[in-house]
Nanobody
Framework: QVQLVESGGGSVQPGGSLRLSCATS????????IAWFRQVPGKEREGILC????????????STENSVKGRFTISREDSKNRVYLEMNKLHPDDPAVYYC?????????????????WGQGTQVTVSY
């Protein structure tokens, strides 16, 4: 049974940092990619960053790139069963539920595929 479990969310002040972790298990073969998404109530879910498991190629989500580039970084463990989202200089536009997801099917870029498995999400709050 495939599982993705996010952790590391919480509340920080503007300018603060958080590192989210996505622990994956149950895959019979490595997924093609793991991605981080976020969603604010009443708004569409948006992709933030994704990373291919085989070779670590990353890509930004189109709707968030301008906002997170230079502040957010995605990485994976050598064992390839944990993916991180390092978030720095958090500001009031960043609060959301953050999800990690896994894609099985490869594509030209890691946001060009369908994400099959999802975690339950972790809440990020930014406030004084």
């Amino acid at each position: 049974q495939v599982q993705l479990v996010e952790s590391g969310g919480g509340s920080v002040q503007p300018g603060g940092s958080l590192r989210l972790s996505c622990a994956t298990s149950g895959f019979t073969s490595d997924p093609y990619a793991i991605a981080w998404f976020r969603q604010v109530p009443g708004k569409e879910r948006e992709g933030i960053l994704c990373i291919t498991i085989a070779d670590g190629v990353t890509a930004y989500g189109l709707s968030t790139e301008n906002s997170v580039k230079g502040r957010f970084t995605i990485s994976r463990e050598d064992s390839k069963n944990r993916v991180y989202l390092e978030m720095n200089k958090l500001h009031p536009d960043d609060p959301a539920v953050y999800y990690c997801a896994a894609a099985q099917k490869s594509a030209s870029t890691c946001f060009g595929t369908w994400y099959d498995y999802w975690g339950q999400g972790t809440q990020v709050t930014v406030s004084y």
